[in-house]
Nanobody, 132 residues
Framework: QVQLVESGGGSVQAGGSLRLSCAAA????????MGWFRQAPGQEREGVAF???????SYADSVKGRFTISQDNAKNTLNLQMNSLKPEDTALYYC??????????????????????????WGQGTQVTVSS
C-alpha cells in the first residue's frame, strides 16, 4: 500500500523559506511522476512542481526561480524547497505520485505537464501560510 505523508509546512513572513517533505512508503515503480499541488481557499487545486523517474523537472510559472523540487531515491522522499515566499503562496500543499506509467502515457506527459487526474496517490496536505 502506497502512503504519502507531507511535513514541513508552517507560517513564515514574506521573503522567508520553507522546506516541505513527502515520505512515500511502499512506493516502487519504474516510470513515475511525483509532484506538489496546492490549493488556496476558494481556488482550484493547481500544480506547483513535478519530477519524474528520469529526473525531468517542471514548475508552474508562478514559482519558477523560487521553488526547487527534488527526490531522494534512497529514502523515497520528495522535497520542495520554497524560497522568497510570497503571500500568494499561501495554500494547502499536497504531495502526489503516479503509479507505474505505461510508455504511451509517458510519451504524452512529455508533451503536456501532468494534471491532477494523472496522479494516483495523494497526501493529506500541509499548510503553508505566508504573511506580508
Amino acid at each position: 500500500q502506497v502512503q504519502l505523508v507531507e511535513s514541513g509546512g508552517g507560517s513564515v513572513q514574506a521573503g522567508g523559506s520553507l522546506r516541505l517533505s513527502c515520505a512515500a512508503a511502499g512506493y516502487d515503480y519504474n516510470r513515475w511522476y511525483m509532484g506538489w499541488f496546492r490549493q488556496a481557499p476558494g481556488q482550484e487545486r493547481e500544480g506547483v512542481a513535478f519530477i519524474n523517474s528520469i529526473g525531468s523537472i517542471s514548475y508552474a510559472d508562478s514559482v519558477k526561480g523560487r521553488f526547487t523540487i527534488s527526490q531522494d531515491n534512497a529514502k523515497n522522499t520528495l522535497n520542495l524547497q520554497m524560497n522568497s515566499l510570497k503571500p500568494e503562496d499561501t495554500a494547502l500543499y499536497y504531495c502526489a505520485a503516479t503509479a507505474g506509467i505505461p510508455l504511451s502515457v509517458w510519451v504524452r506527459l512529455f508533451r503536456k505537464p501532468p494534471a491532477r487526474g494523472d496522479f494516483d496517490y495523494w497526501g493529506q496536505g500541509t499548510q503553508v501560510t505566508v504573511s506580508s
